[in-house]
């Protein structure tokens, strides 16, 4: 199928959309957003995964190398969206470059830990104590968001992923939300997939803690709206300007499937095209490689 066909395709199946849930946070966020948005680029802007998008474990994906570069070099503007928690966006950058990526900054992240952070935040502005299970991108993500890390009342515990934790940490965090604090879990991702397998996802973690507290913790990363919000929010956008691209059906594609944001549908992941009808996930466009994407169309549709 050629490129011309697959873009009509795509505005053709978008027509599809279901699940009208505009809500009142996304009309504030598009009047704040869109005075930024004056006289920038108008080109929309590509969220895309990272993990079976970008790149598989260690390896990079060739095609996402060339599709960065592509919109580096064609001023279209670009994010990466992940629901890994463990990175800072300076480690992510390092990750990537030295895989053989170029046009990859640290202000080109946002991680489901950051929009954790940005979703307690909003919350309670006086509340600023937290302690986390976690690795640095929690860290980080807390400190810039002004929280304070203490094991003495904590407001919150977030659990982000950390495949370090023991059942002593565990059963400290589960002190703290039996003395009060609320749960937040970065993201639901249930299981990993590592080269020739699978890891505990950090979902089964915090339904670890949602079991035994009894409270369930609000949902942040792909597929929940928080995260979404939290990289429109930093790219200056409404959603309309946004186009999510990733392997998963049921994170990426799911997020602008329920939210109406577009969606293109890379099988050099988890899932395959066989995948769309078992699982009723729809993306607005679905290709074997991001070769096969015509960013500049896509931008400016
Ligand atoms: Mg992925």
Redesign the pocket.
Known sequence: MNKQIQFKTMQFINQRSKLPKLDVHFIELNEKTDKRREGKNKMKTMLF?????MYRGPQPIEAGIRAVNFCAEHHIPYLFL??NSMRTPEENVKHMTDMGYTNVHAEDFVNSAMAAADYAARLDPNKRKAWMIGQNGMRQALFNEGFEITDDHPDYVFIGLDKTADYATYSKALAMLLDGAMLIGTNHDRILAKPGGFEVGNGAVVTLFEYATGKPSPKIGKPDLPILETALKKAGISKEDAIII???LE??VALGYNNQVQTVFVQS??HQEKDIERLQIFPDLTVSSLDDVDFLALANA
């Open positions: 995964d990272l993990d079976g998008t992940t629901n990733g392997d998963n994170t990426d992941g988890v």
